[in-house]
């Protein structure tokens, strides 16, 4: 079975502060995993992905991620935030099976940044 | 760019009655997926199809029932609304691989009263 955790329901940052929103997961196998990001009364907006290669992935509107397959993480961050950053993230993972099309979603973490 | 739409934004319904909730992808992807939202839930699927007439269960299929009859168009029923599924539905599709991002609509607010 797979999870994602995200351990934190909310995070505050003040402007031009960075910030990170974490993720960890647990998967049979390497994994492939995404961030989504999701403003109010809105669906959700994909960010960024990890399927393989380098562990740094770059996304949308200046984010990033780091893929850790020691701490089964994968954290997103931003260098500088804006008061615009402030919406629902969600981290998921899909395990790399064949025929496997389920994606699970954490519970998701509400980023406030505080102007 | 992908678009997924949903046939409406909110819709109140009363307990016992059959809903149908609708979506379409211009895409041409062979995936398409019903998820619900919940507060401190995250997203739970429901029910997904990789294929024309082919549907597998999610997470949580009890109360409801999909159908696929064209590749674009994915429709999710409540055969009879009840207030615990009052929920934010959101639809999704993606290209068959793994690795395909799923890109989702603007998502239904269902309110059971």
């Known amino acids: 079975a797979q999870s994602v955790a995200q351990p934190e329901d909310q995070v505050n940052v003040a402007e031009g502060n960075p910030l990170t929103v974490k993720c960890t997961y647990s998967v049979s196998g390497n994994p492939y995993l995404f961030w989504y990001v999701q403003y109010p009364n809105r669906g959700l907006q994909f960010l960024l992905k990890?399927?393989?290669?380098?562990?740094l992935v770059k996304g949308s509107y200046g984010f990033e991620a780091e893929f850790n397959k020691s701490q089964t993480s994968f954290h997103l961050k931003k260098p500088s935030a804006l008061v615009s950053d402030s919406a629902l993230y969600f981290c998921?993972?899909?395990?790399?099976?064949?025929?496997?099309?389920?994606?699970?979603f954490g519970k998701g973490t509400k980023l406030s940044v505080i102007p | 760019d992908v678009k997924v739409t949903q046939s409406s934004r909110y819709l109140v319904k009363r307990t016992g009655e059959k809903v149908f909730l609708e979506c379409v992808q211009d895409?041409?992807?062979?995936?398409m997926f019903w998820y619900r939202q919940d507060p401190g839930l995250g997203l739970r699927l429901i029910y997904f199809?990789?294929?024309?007439?082919?549907?597998e269960k999610g997470d949580i299929p009890e109360g409801y029932s999909v159908s696929r009859e064209k590749k674009e168009r994915f429709s999710l029923i409540l055969e009879s609304a009840s207030t615990n599924q009052t929920s934010m539905y959101l639809c999704?599709?993606?290209?068959?691989?793994?690795?395909?991002?799923?890109?989702f609509g603007p998502g239904t607010r269902l309110l059971v009263l």
């Open positions: 990890y399927i393989t290669g380098d562990n």
């Open positions: 999704a599709s993606s290209l068959p691989q793994g690795f395909d991002t799923q890109y």
């Open positions: 895409m041409d992807h062979e995936n």
């Open positions: 199809s990789y294929d024309v007439k082919m549907k």
């Open positions: 998921a993972v899909r395990a790399p099976v064949a025929g496997s099309y389920q994606l699970t």
